[in-house]
């Protein structure tokens, strides 16, 4: 984070928009925009921004490097030409009372400092934010239309298990990096988790949306009669540095950002499994460790934090990886009386979700330019994430026996899909396997949940 053993020049301030703040540089020479909590939530906006950050980060995604910052009021000292942009959105130039005008809106520390959080301007030009819906026009490499994008349309469950209720263009930012292409970061995570910025989260965010067009409807002709679920909801702070962040409430199918986007609505159920694995993939320590480093005031705080973020987490992995069949790492084999074998990772057993080895893996395999086709089912091995199934013997006599061609020596694919029915009775999506045959034996060619 930035130096504040020595002078930091303010290059620019900001008296105006939702939260006060500073545009710095310190004695390294790189440039920060120090970003305050609200007065009476310290460390509300903060904490949850960094932490978020550093989560979006691991999962994947280009993030500024963010940072708590603690400093003297007296290290700040004005660079010469720096300006201030005011409550009217004018600019003019900052003097030394603007200072004070910025940090009368903050709360101190105990002990008269002040916390901030640090975010680094990014290398690159800035090209302003990318959209969530068609390509930039001023992109060459930009291809294929942003609703389209896995990786955004998976961000939906990344964002769902972190709160952050403004995943929009506004949080987002390009920039123009050598050799000359643009890299895509998400930016400003400061309402998520159960901050609002500039306040604590409320019980309708995450819920729905900041004008729901149905739910509007309802309350319209039942004169208020018609109300959501949230409407009801009991809200009381976690803590004042933690503000409101739903716990049993938070349903990982219907959770909604504060405004429509067009990659979330977009999203299909493979592309929220796809997301579920990225949250998956956070361990328990990992969670302590971001929370570590949000810096909240109390070890009760952090403990507090950290347990709800892994139920929340634990909350979106049984939903969606309830809601398909999730096998990863397929490979085949040919046993020894010629049964062709197929054994893969069933990633509802490794996460230890309940009833998931209680399983009956349904299976349909067919090979159409071999007229070959098979189905059946087997149970699972309690315990075991590697599970196997047998689904042809290539020894029992068949109408192509012997030399077999087919499309003049290309390769042929055969197909085999496999539904895991867990003792919940819910009906999973099917995971098909693509399998490739090459004359004497099948391998993996894909995998589609």
Same mark, same amino acid.
């Given at each position: 984070?930035?130096?504040?053993?020595?002078?930091?020049?303010?290059?620019?301030?900001?008296?105006?928009?939702?939260?006060?703040?500073?545009?710095?540089?310190?004695?390294?020479?790189?440039?920060?925009?120090?970003?305050?909590?609200?007065?009476?939530?310290?460390?509300?906006?903060?904490?949850?921004?960094?932490?978020?950050?550093?989560?979006?980060?691991?999962?994947?995604?280009?993030?500024?490097?963010?940072?708590?910052?603690?400093?003297?009021?007296?290290?700040?000292?004005?660079?010469?030409?720096?300006?201030?942009?005011?409550?009217?959105?004018?600019?003019?130039?900052?003097?030394?009372?603007?200072?004070?005008? *910025?940090?009368?809106?903050?709360?101190?520390?105990?002990?008269?400092?002040?916390?901030?959080?640090?975010?680094?301007?990014?290398?690159?030009?800035?090209?302003?934010?990318?959209?969530? +819906?068609? *390509?930039?026009?001023?992109?060459?490499?930009?291809?294929?239309?942003?609703?389209?994008?896995?990786?955004?349309?998976?961000?939906?469950?990344?964002?769902?298990?972190?709160?952050?209720?403004?995943?929009?263009?506004?949080?987002?930012?390009?920039?123009?990096?050598?050799?000359?292409?643009?890299?895509?970061?998400?930016?400003?995570?400061?309402?998520?988790?159960?901050?609002?910025?500039?306040?604590?989260?409320?019980?309708? #965010?995450?819920?729905?949306?900041?004008?729901?067009?149905?739910?509007?409807?309802?309350?319209?002709?039942?004169?208020?009669?018609?109300?959501?679920?949230?409407?009801?909801?009991?809200? +009381?702070?976690?803590?004042?540095?933690?503000?409101?962040?739903?716990?049993?409430?938070?349903?990982?199918?219907?959770?909604?950002?504060?405004?429509?986007?067009?990659?979330?609505?977009?999203?299909?159920?493979?592309?929220?499994?796809?997301?579920?694995?990225?949250?998956?993939?956070?361990?328990?320590?990992?969670?302590?460790?971001?929370? #570590?480093?949000?810096?909240?005031?109390?070890?009760?705080?952090?403990?507090?934090?950290?347990?709800?973020?892994?139920?929340?987490?634990?909350?979106?992995?049984?939903?969606?990886?309830?809601?398909?069949?999730?096998?990863?790492?397929?490979?085949?084999?040919?046993?020894?009386?010629?049964?062709?074998?197929v054994s893969f990772d069933d990633l509802a057993i490794r996460e230890q979700?309940?009833?998931?080895?209680?399983?009956?893996?349904?299976?349909?395999?067919?090979?159409?330019?071999?007229s070959r086709r098979s189905e059946g089912n087997a149970r699972a091995v309690?315990?075991?994430?590697?599970?196997?199934?047998?689904?042809?013997?290539?020894?029992?006599?068949?109408? #192509?026996?012997?030399?077999?061609?087919?499309?003049?020596?290309?390769?042929?694919?055969?197909?085999?899909?496999?539904?895991?029915?867990?003792?919940?009775?819910?009906?999973?999506?099917?995971?098909?396997?693509?399998?490739?045959?090459?004359?004497?034996?099948?391998?993996?060619?894909?995998?589609?949940?």
């Amino acid at each position: 984070g930035p130096d504040t053993s020595q002078t930091i020049e303010i290059v620019a301030g900001k008296a105006q928009g939702i939260s006060p703040g500073f545009t710095v540089q310190d004695a390294r020479g790189d440039t920060y925009l120090f970003k305050f909590d609200p007065q009476g939530f310290l460390h509300l906006s903060s904490a949850a921004g960094v932490i978020a950050n550093r989560l979006f980060h691991a999962a994947g995604y280009h993030t500024p490097e963010d940072y708590i910052v603690v400093f003297d009021r007296d290290r700040l000292r004005l660079r010469e030409g720096s300006t201030i942009k005011l409550a009217d959105f004018t600019k003019r130039p900052m003097a030394e009372v603007d200072v004070s005008l *910025v940090l009368d809106l903050v709360d101190p520390l105990p002990d008269g400092k002040y916390l901030a959080l640090a975010s680094k301007l990014v290398a690159g030009i800035d090209k302003g934010p990318f959209y969530f +819906e068609g *390509v930039r026009g001023d992109d060459p490499n930009d291809h294929y239309h942003h609703e389209f994008r896995r990786e955004l349309r998976g961000l939906y469950v990344v964002s769902s298990w972190l709160n952050h209720v403004d995943m929009r263009f506004a949080n987002t930012l390009d920039a123009y990096v050598a050799p000359g292409y643009l890299r895509h970061y998400l930016i400003d995570f400061a309402a998520s988790l159960g901050s609002g910025t500039i306040r604590p989260h409320n019980a309708r #965010e995450g819920m729905e949306y900041n004008f729901d067009f149905w739910p509007w409807v309802g309350r319209i002709a039942t004169l208020g009669f018609y109300t959501m679920g949230w409407e009801g909801t009991e809200q +009381e702070l976690i803590d004042p540095s933690l503000g409101w962040l739903p716990v049993e409430e938070f349903d990982p199918e219907d959770w909604k950002a504060n405004w429509p986007n067009g990659a979330f609505v977009s999203a299909t159920l493979r592309d929220k499994y796809w997301g579920a694995k990225l949250v998956a993939s956070f361990t328990d320590k990992q969670i302590v460790a971001a929370v #570590e480093a949000g810096q909240l005031p109390t070890q009760v705080a952090a403990d507090t934090l950290a347990r709800i973020i892994q139920h929340r987490r634990d909350k979106i992995v049984r939903h969606w990886y309830g809601s398909v069949t999730p096998v990863e790492n397929v490979e085949t084999r040919v046993a020894d009386d010629g049964t062709v074998e197929v054994s893969f990772d069933d990633l509802a057993i490794r996460e230890q979700i309940p009833n998931a080895d209680n399983a009956a893996y349904v299976w349909e395999f067919e090979h159409g330019d071999l007229s070959r086709r098979s189905e059946g089912n087997a149970r699972a091995v309690p315990g075991q994430v590697r599970q196997t199934i047998r689904i042809l013997n290539l020894r029992v006599p068949t109408a #192509e026996s012997g030399s077999v061609r087919v499309g003049e020596g290309l390769p042929s694919i055969a197909t085999l899909a496999i539904t895991a029915e867990r003792a919940t009775g819910a009906t999973n999506q099917a995971a098909t396997v693509y399998l490739n045959w090459d004359g004497s034996r099948y391998t993996v060619a894909g995998l589609q949940h």
